[in-house]
Nanobody, 123 residues
Framework: VQLQASGGGLVQAGGSLRLSCAASGYSFRLYGVGWFRQAPGKEREFVAAISWSGDSTVYASSVQDRFTISRHNAKNIVSLLINSLKPEDTAVYYC?????????????????WGQGTLVTVSS
């Protein structure tokens, strides 16, 4: 499975972005998918995850009210909609896939990673 994250950019605080994770391979639609982010000088942290069917989602408490993860299995795409962006959301955002079908928040559960897309939020 190969993953390609896109949709990052420079946006003003309060704005919105939709990140996309496009994947190759039929098996992707059977995997749980997560988004993580890494700010400069910080460790990579969990943001959101979705189960293979889309029926189950998990969010980090810091983003729960502003981020929405969704998936379109027929197109092999998982999206992350980010509303009300804050400067502290500035980071490289990564999507990852887990051979487990569940939505999981542990970075250790993920087997495949995309290259990341940079989100920069100006104040």
């Amino acid at each position: 499975v190969q993953l390609q994250a896109s949709g990052g950019g420079l946006v003003q605080a309060g704005g919105s972005l939709r990140l996309s994770c496009a994947a190759s391979g039929y098996s992707f639609r059977l995997y749980g998918v997560g988004w993580f982010r890494q700010a400069p000088g910080k460790e990579r942290e969990f943001v959101a995850a979705i189960s293979w069917s889309g029926d189950s989602t998990v969010y980090a408490s810091s983003v729960q009210d502003r981020f929405t993860i969704s998936r379109h299995n027929a197109k092999n795409i998982v999206s992350l909609l980010i509303n009300s962006l804050k400067p502290e959301d500035t980071a490289v955002y990564y999507c990852a896939a887990s051979r487990s079908s569940a939505a999981q928040d542990s970075i250790r559960r993920y087997d495949y990673w995309g290259q990341g897309t940079l989100v920069t939020v100006s104040s």
